[in-house]
């Protein structure tokens, strides 16, 4: 049984007699507080997707749910379904858009390493990789000898996913994104 601290961003939680995917962890330092920090975590019931929102302890014990990832890749879109299939048998999972809005903004037809986390033999959430390569479809133009400065500008990606780029890469640029923070890495190699 984990503390608080220890829980991870997408964990399966058990909590109040209900099986909950952990989608974001704030961690704060209350003033004044002897001891340790506070863990609010935002989750999603499993079951029927109503969210909470909990604040822990760090010494807070949590039992973890019993759950399974599998490999998967991107299958297609069937109405507001998202269809992946596991990559050693060809099973297909169905997530609801609702239940990996935050995820979507990711996900095209090339991207590796995702895994469908299963409860009970049910798909109820998607892990996505560290780092994910997708094309810039909309931004300013590229500033010559940009790449000496700071600046960033905002730069809309195939999938509707909006961030902040260096002022020297231009639209149809492939470049790498940290998922966790949704932060630009680089560009992404030639193929």
């Known amino acids: 049984m984990p503390k608080a601290s220890d829980i991870k961003k997408n964990a399966a939680v058990e909590y109040n ?57 991107f299958s297609y879109i069937d109405g507001d379904e998202y269809v992946f299939m596991d990559a050693a048998d060809y099973t297909p999972y169905n ?15 090339d991207t590796q390493g995702l895994e469908v986390i299963i409860i009970d033999e049910t798909p109820v959430a998607l892990q996505l990789p560290m780092m994910v390569e997708l094309e810039i479809v909309e931004t300013d133009p590229s500033i010559k000898g940009g790449s000496a400065t700071a600046r960033t500008k905002p730069a809309e990606l195939s999938t509707g996913l909006i961030i902040q780029v260096p002022e020297h890469v231009a639209r149809g640029d492939i470049i790498k994104i940290n998922t966790e923070e949704r932060r630009f890495m680089g560009r992404a190699d030639s193929k």
């Open 17 to 73: 007699g209900n099986v909950y995917i952990v989608r974001d962890i704030e961690r704060s330092v209350p003033q004044g507080r002897a001891g340790g920090s506070l863990y609010r975590m935002r989750m999603y019931d499993v079951v029927n997707g109503t969210k909470i929102d909990e604040s822990f302890k760090d010494s807070d014990m949590l039992n973890l749910a019993d759950l399974s990832r599998k490999a998967a890749t």
């Open 95 to 109: 997530l609801n858009k609702d239940s990996i809005a935050d995820e979507i903004l990711f996900i095209n037809e």
